[in-house]
């Protein structure tokens, strides 16, 4: 089955892997008219570019994106957008050894059950760098999105156990440190663990939380095509992804029906508005008009250079120490791989809510003719 | 868009609202010769019946599936099994102040946010009488699954921060107690609990636990179709569940590579084990062969008798307090809605992985010509 | 796979055999705010009703359709339209022969292929009492198009070699003759091939043509998803339906490119026409705001009661006449289902293409909010 | 919304217009452990090369196809193959005036209408290169069908209402040619036709026919994913063809039961056969093991050097005449396109067809655990 195309109506498709030619990701279904450049795509891409500082994979990798078709005069024309990466800095010998056995916490030996045989060159299509198409699609479905005012933002939340305070939170200072934390002074005390955890050849994992403002209410489907269970979909279908949790999440297990519901109240000017959000936003999988909230468990790195047992192809029991260039975390590169995910699932689910009402419709059509 | 129909391969079309005339599922997909009778779909119904205990809403409901098509001479035929259950038990005039405004916790507003009304009945299509179409469903696929030898155990986990012991796990308890805990001792606390939250007008919520034994290895797809990712949306459309996670879930966030990761070891048959199952059998998406873990966040009960804050339609700050027979606790009825989705979802990837390898293809149409 | 689902946005989900419970389909995805009734239905179903006259087969159904969900106060919610009809007429026994042998003509053969056996009575799932789903669902969707000004009418354009006269063409005729022609002259003709046919217990094919007017242009999408491709594949899903074609169709063929190409002009009132309409109304899939013509190629009954060739189950060549109640011509009766068939065609296509333009999209969400 | 993409299981998702960089196309679903070489493309991209001969457009074009991803050491390994063709020989300027106007039989007035704009250069999108990711992904379909045993012959039957006749069928003529027909006599005439109407600055249309053998009974879906109405679809969605039939399609409409319905036999060794084959190979939309025969209706090149009337962006009423590098007949370059659609379609459907009999389904998973 063909399981490398995302969405419905806002669609991408992506190929490519670790080892090939390149990566790249074809969006069909966007409107036309947006104004999309190389620009708009690379700065997205440039979030998850591996080499930029000591926790994240010292491998240069210059990403840069070439779009080969479906935007005309600066504008896109509404067909196919073609994104294209090329890859530039495959060492293949650096992983001629791992043919030859499964390496834990990756999905060389499930690759092995489900094909027969794998591109085992840096993981073929499970490695990393599947997510270049992600996030070029994502850029452009962001584009969208911000055209309809639609805003997300996206950070770490918690790095091996540290989290940031949200006395502390300030938007700025994501961008500016290595860990992408809100928090500068958590941030530091992650870079000090990152430290250790490099010495020790081991690796962490971490939380990544993600706020869409300005989303109109009334996107998402009754039933099986909930908001919440696309953004579920979409974020758990990111490799690293262990949990997702909307609003409080797990807490909400542990609260109270009087303390969990959001009660509404009516502002002056008659806007309904609630006293609190622990429901994340979305109420029966359609969004209320405010905040939605989500958070991602991403587990840690699973390349280490520590001692590790494992089972070659000869059917033996042998030790390995995974070499080659790893990051010690995986979260602050998948902040905009989230980020990116969210923003196409946002997309879709807009665009597919354009036919929930009658009036709406015949207005839309009346307006064309 | 239409949000009621799930699958690709095995699908389930459901319908009907809280005081319709019924609902039901069409089910599409399923194999041809699959031995089917009401009473196997009755069995799960049953299941998530209300009125069986004093922790579930007294409102007695029959809930008897007929079957309209689809099983001819006791088998399936392959072609479409459209399900019905029509509500017997309704009490209109019970929610006719519902109407009137937005109950906390529920899909009131965001329907009429989205649709521009709702029907306000027993809150429509947003009831959980919804899930009757899940189950009958799920109760399909749980049948084909079982004839490929996978097994679905599923039970509550946690109810108001009561949590079950490994060690007193016993799995023909579940059906036994009235809160579906593996654990006698456990279940025992949960009622004194609820008892407690039933005088105080409130409500508490919890964690289901599913375990899916005898599933092959290599189903699941790449990148976007990952099990895990189809898993999570099909437990993340459920109405009350607020989080997913696979494994040891957001654990993992806080834990180390060198601990998280599942190494590999080889048995003396030859055969390719783990020495643990953080991952909760899912590697790159694609089952490894071993037992599938997730836990699904359930929030307390919305509806609640203590008085709660909200708004009328004539935009007014009200105060309310939610009559009629409502659970103190959605869990225990949920694990079979749970069970369904989870089911669902394997039994549709199930099918979609059988074109993934050529041999396997050219076999299996060489023997049918 | 589910092959009884049809459609992306707007849906329609049919199932039912001929001697099973009953017939039904859930429409899903039909904007909320639609008036409907079960007489808005039964309108289109009784069109397609046996027994009205001596060229349909005697067999006495009423065919009642029920709605079971979906609609609250009269208007559509927005959520699945549950519509069903009891099979009230059956009598296996007529068929009980047929479990026996293949029909030529029939599916008989092909689903015992397919599906190992089969429901035999009375063709089971592949009987054209199957259509009654897609009627009731084609008259829901017929509803939508009436709201935003789209009208289709659908005639038998030939009957067994017999055709109508464009100079005679009355559309207010369709009705009022048993053959369902625009044109009282060659209806008359007809009914006497028919009665001919009767005596000869043989049967006869025909064309069916539609035209649709009011449809906005720039509706289908490029490539695989374009109007005609959609419209061909609802049309050609028709069980009796052996050919379509569009615009001059087959004749195109033939034809030259100087007097195949539909040149523009523009009218006083600046708006672009067409000097002909030999494309049909839709050119790079995609329509043009002028009238859309397609026909359909519908064969012979193939039930007939004169002597025919086949094999029994024991493998054994012998000799049958089918008996029973059966009509000597499909034609008139599938008039209506290719109308349902096109308008569901034409209503998931036209929700499909509202997103097609950003500043379009903006616009809806900017008014929503 | 995405109309580029094809499929449920095999899927290919195209891109790419006629004067940007190129042209190409992602194949998703294709079984693991499939032989593939740029080779296996090329030898069908060759076949649509234009510049081959008089009667094809003299524009050279190389159409070397490169295989980005998906393949190791020469086997698809389950994954995305992503292939694409460099645009070489684009001369933009020759297009630059018709900006201006819209061509009548093309879709420029219908890209404006839809999208508010378009790339105008050669067609954009809507351009006849839009295929060669259609042949590309067809090439893959293919070599799977082949695999399986399957084998598709297609041909021109009728150009400019010169027919092959069936005494003469000759297969080994279809490729030594020019306009592809399997009659090496009417081929001949055509091609005194076709230098004819290139004198007369004219184009002429023509009839396609298609052969499969070897497809096993049992595939297609019934009621909507009919095999005919998967067929027909992907054939209609191939620009310049305006009909569809399978068997004797149009013909059956004027034909008797009697004459049309297949009688069956039963062969000495038991196997069951029919005496005729009018209904082409497919039965309430599933094939019955026989041949598939279907044919396509391909309308006259839009793109005449003869003086045609239209309207410019201004509004005038104008007279053009289309200078350029155009085809006098589509026909003999849309074989290879006819063919690679009906591969995709029935490559999807059989892998769709994988789940039909509980029976197959559980011994598939049994001999692979």
Known sequence: ????????????????????????????????????????IQKYLDRRKPGQNRFATPRKEDDTVEILSGVFEGRTTGTPISMMVYNTSQR????????????????????????????????????????IGRVAAGAVACKLLQEIGVEIVTYSRKIGGIEISEDRFDKEEILRNPVCMPDAQAAEQVEELLEEKLREHDSVGGVIECRICGLPSGIGEPVFEKLSANLGKAILSIGAVKGFELGDGFAAADSFGSANNDSFYCEEDGRIKKHSNHGGGIYGGISDGSEIVFRAAVKPTPSIAKL???????????????????????????????????????????????????????????DRM
């Open 308 to 366: 590790q047992k494992t089972v070659n192809k000869s059917g033996q029991n042998i030790e390995i120490s995974i070499k080659g260039r790893h990051d010690p975390i995986i979260v602050p590169r998948a902040v905009v791989v989230v980020e990116s995910m969210a923003a196409l699932a946002l997309a879709d689910m807009l665009l597919l809510g354009m036919s929930a009402r009658l009036d709406a419709v015949v207005a839309f059509f009346r």
């Open 1 to 40: 089955m063909s399981g490398s195309i995302y969405g419905t109506l806002f669609r991408a498709s992506t190929w490519g892997e670790s080892h090939g030619a390149g990566v790249g990701v074809v969006v069909d279904g966007c409107p036309a008219g947006l104004s999309l450049s190389e620009g708009d």
């Open 92 to 131: 293949s010998k650096d992983y001629s050894e791992i043919a030859s056995y499964y390496r834990p916490g990756h999905a060389d030996y499930t690759y092995d059950e489900k094909y027969g045989f794998r591109d085992y060159r840096g993981g073929g299509r499970s490695s990393g760098r599947e997510t």
